[in-house]
């Protein structure tokens, strides 16, 4: 009876319309109005391989794909997932001051304090105020419906039920910010597994390339 009454109520909460999930995010991080701007971002490699870093924008009319962006991360150590979402940030919201883009009324990051920590050090760097910023952390076993969601002003944080309107529209955003950074690093991981080291030497064109294959085998 118990899981049948949590399916309904999960099933009614994911019929809930755009319009009010985003009026529950607005309650959830204090905002005076439902955010019309939230962007997300997510780091990906494999091993510390081809960093991508990736960033999602959604509205109230759901996913605005065109202002997606993902940034290849150059110059960190190995696995530096902070110093990579360092940098993402730093790029993306340089541009945005600039005039790029709308400035969001929330930026969600996947993780937890410590990325969180990363986010406002970027703003605050920046100059750029009256953005919300909030970390998405997953459960203890990572299952969805357990995230904790963690903001500046308080050291405990926020837990939803998992029928929460809000909930479900970040889980939303964040799953699309997860797969837009693995589709992209997979793509980079795979273009630098094909590319010869021989394109990468100045001056060397195809036909060169292609004698010194022919004479030394590889």
Known sequence: TENAELGLKMRR??????IEQLQAVGETFGLA???QRIECFDVSHTM???TVASCVVFGPEGAIKSDYRRFNIEGLAPGDDYGALRQALS???ARI???EAPMPDLLLIDGGPGQLAEAVGVLKELEIEGVRI???AKGADRRPGQERLFVPEQEAPIVLAPDSPALLLIQRIRDEAHRFAITGHRQRRA???TQSVLETVPGLGPRRR???LKQFGG
């Open 13 to 18: 909460a994911t019929e809930a319309t755009s």
């Open 33 to 35: 109005r439902p955010p």
């Open 48 to 50: 510390g391989e081809r």
């Open 91 to 93: 790029r993306r919201y």
């Open 97 to 99: 001051k600039k005039g």
């Open 134 to 136: 909030a970390g998405v």
């Open 191 to 193: 273009k630098a597994r």
């Open 210 to 212: 292609r004698e010194l």
